[in-house]
């Protein structure tokens, strides 16, 4: 797994008591490494700095986003972009 429960509430800024969403933050982590192992066709692991970044800012933006009307924002999709083709050309086969 590259990023654990803690360090997604740490970085989306959730308090540590809070657990009421664990199950579902646990689900996003899972939903993002698969986005960044489709999108790259690379398995990454949590020794990758840009991988790991890669999955906190999705989950980020997931968890923030989560509702159907809202939209993921422009300057996180350029980010995840960038990050993205780093992570394609630099470890990719």
């Known amino acids: ?13 959730i308090d540590s008591d809070i657990v009421e ?3 579902l933050i646990e689900g996003l982590i ?3 490494c ?3 192992h489709n ?3 690379i398995v990454f692991d949590s020794t990758n700095p840009l991988a790991k970044l890669y999955v906190k800012v999705l989950v980020n933006d997931f968890y923030d986003n989560r ?11 350029l980010t995840l972009d960038s ?3 780093q ?3 630099c470890y990719g086969v």
């Open 21 to 23: 969403d664990d199950t």
């Open 34 to 36: 698969e986005e960044l």
């Open 83 to 85: 990050i993205k083709l």
């Open 39 to 41: 999108a790259t066709e």
């Open 30 to 32: 899972d939903a993002a």
């Open 87 to 89: 992570l394609q050309y």
């Open 1 to 13: 797994m590259i990023l654990t429960l803690d360090e997604a509430k740490q970085y989306s800024r």
């Open 67 to 77: 509702s159907a009307t809202e939209e993921i924002k422009i300057k996180t999709r």
